[in-house]
């Protein structure tokens, strides 16, 4: 992760309040040093990370929260020379959870510290790794599939008209070769969902409408919900959006599920790159066959599934649409609990 050195770099910034405000903003955790170390101010995400409020971090050494000291030491000395640092070495003192941390000095002579959670690391590289592969998958399939559909189209178009100069026996053949042409149709068409879409048009759409929509396609399934009514109709491409909780659902009957449950709600402490606002999060959880673990790392890929009858694409097709969207997606799988987790920047206007 690259960040830019002057995180709070101005020439007029000089109260706490004034610091305070501009940190609150930042989507990541944040903390503002004396040059000695002590804390001067520490963001919403700081305080959640810690577990500790600002009162209780002020004026207090980094070193009480942050370990070890003589690399925390190390890193101040080059940050007050006006050098930008960092080094995962560091955990926390209470839990001892592994985080990376990048020093830099700003205008006002302050040292910010910027807190990046281990884990939030691996998950970036990974859905990064995810989104490659992905494209890449992808645009190959793609251009095979225009290849396969132009012909494809021909062949049908003879059939069809092949089919009303004959009849008999003859006309069954032709009426299964038909039925044969649509279905490698069908299986081209759904290589070309997996493809990124540029400039999906955006609308407003209200996206318990759109989960109740899809949910009624199975009733032998108990559903459950769990809305919060005070999120708005969201911002984005009905179509595609739809065909994401058409797979997640799809998903969680087929792995036999009888009770399905859906959440939406309001996130803190989640960050998207790219988005300082609101997040929202959708989450599908049922009861049915666990995922397998050799392919849980790689289940978004395309052509990876662990079904008997399956192509693999309805997890990348997910994947592909929420990050059309600007979010991410996430699944957590054990014994009788299976649950996938779209993140999405909450916009109500373009």
Not at 50 to 64: F, G, I, P, Y
Not at 80 to 98: C, I, L, M, Q, R
Not at 203 to 226: C, F, M, P, Y
Not at 303 to 321: D, E, F, H, P, W
């Amino acid at each position: 992760m690259i960040l830019q050195p002057d995180i709070v770099q101005s020439d007029t910034l000089h109260s706490k309040a004034e610091v305070t405000a501009l940190f609150s903003d930042l989507p990541v955790c944040c903390l503002l040093l004396d040059k000695e170390g002590h804390i001067f101010s520490a963001n919403i995400l700081a305080q959640e990370h810690l577990n500790v409020s600002e009162k209780r971090m002020l004026h207090k050494n980094l070193a009480t929260f942050i370990a070890p000291e003589d690399e925390l030491q190390r890193l101040l000395a080059h940050a007050t020379h006006a050098e930008t640092v960092s080094s995962d070495a560091f955990y926390t003192v209470a839990g001892h959870k592994p985080y990376t941390l990048y020093f830099s000095q700003q205008a006002d002579g302050y040292i910010s510290v910027v807190m990046i959670a281990e884990g939030n690391r691996l998950e970036a590289e990974m859905q990064n790794r995810r989104h490659e592969v992905a494209e890449a998958v992808s645009r190959i399939a793609l251009e095979r599939a225009h290849e396969i559909k132009n012909p494809l189209a021909a062949l049908r178009g003879a059939t069809q008209l092949l089919s009303e100069q004959v009849d008999g026996d003859a006309l069954e053949i032709v009426e299964r070769m038909l039925a044969d042409v649509d279905r490698i149709k069908e299986r081209v068409d759904s290589f070309l969902q997996v493809g990124p879409r540029a400039n999906v048009k955006m609308t407003l759409v209200n996206i318990h409408v759109l989960i109740d929509e899809v949910s009624q396609s199975d009733t032998a399934v108990k559903l459950q919900r769990s809305f919060d009514p005070s999120i708005p109709p969201i911002m984005c491409h009905e179509r595609r959006f739809r065909q994401a909780i058409e797979n997640l659902w799809s998903n969680a009957v087929e792995a036999g599920s009888d009770l399905v449950i859906w959440e939406t709600r309001i996130e803190h402490g989640v960050v998207l790159t790219g988005h300082k606002g609101t997040v929202l999060s959708i989450k599908i959880i049922s009861n049915g066959a666990e995922i397998p673990a050799h392919i849980r790392d790689k289940m978004f890929e395309p052509y990876v599934t662990g079904k008997a009858r399956g192509n693999g694409l309805g997890l990348s097709i997910v994947q592909q649409v929420v990050q059309e969207h600007g979010g991410k997606v996430e699944v957590q799988s054990e014994l009788m609990r299976t649950s996938f987790t779209m993140y999405l920047p909450l916009r109500t206007e373009e």
